[in-house]
């Protein structure tokens, strides 16, 4: 079956550093579109980041170019969340997607804290 199993995330302060790593079972991982997304407690979960399904492309909320970087590795069936200069506007619980078509699959979420 599918499974998106997150990892790394943490406390951090400000400033810090933490790369997210999203593991993808059960599908073509190369036919699909890879995407992080977070929602803070209260807030509407939103998208941080996408990837092509080539990696060709990138696409980035306003508010983490230039801090975040998304990557993926076909052979690992990875897809990966830099994250630097973090700011405590940062926590949440982010999520990895699968998307393609009408088709998507989400993990579990796992929880990112920016706090001194």
């Known amino acids: 079956q599918v499974q998106l199993v997150e990892s790394g995330g943490g406390l951090v302060q400000p400033g810090g550093s933490l790369r997210l790593s999203c593991a993808a079972s059960?599908?073509?991982?190369?036919?699909?579109?890879m995407s992080w997304y977070r929602q803070a407690p209260g807030k509407e979960r939103e998208l941080v980041a996408s990837?092509?399904?080539?990696?060709?492309?990138?696409n980035y909320a306003d508010s983490v170019k230039g801090r975040f970087t998304i990557s993926r590795d076909a052979a690992k069936n990875t897809v990966w969340l830099q994250m630097n200069s973090l700011k405590p506007d940062d926590t949440a619980v982010y999520f990895c997607?699968?998307?393609?078509?009408?088709?998507?699959?989400w993990g579990q979420g796992t929880q990112v804290t920016v706090s001194s």
């Open positions: 059960g599908f073509t991982f190369t036919r699909y579109i």
């Open positions: 990837i092509t399904n080539t990696g060709g492309n990138t």
């Open positions: 997607k699968a998307s393609r078509f009408r088709e998507s699959y």
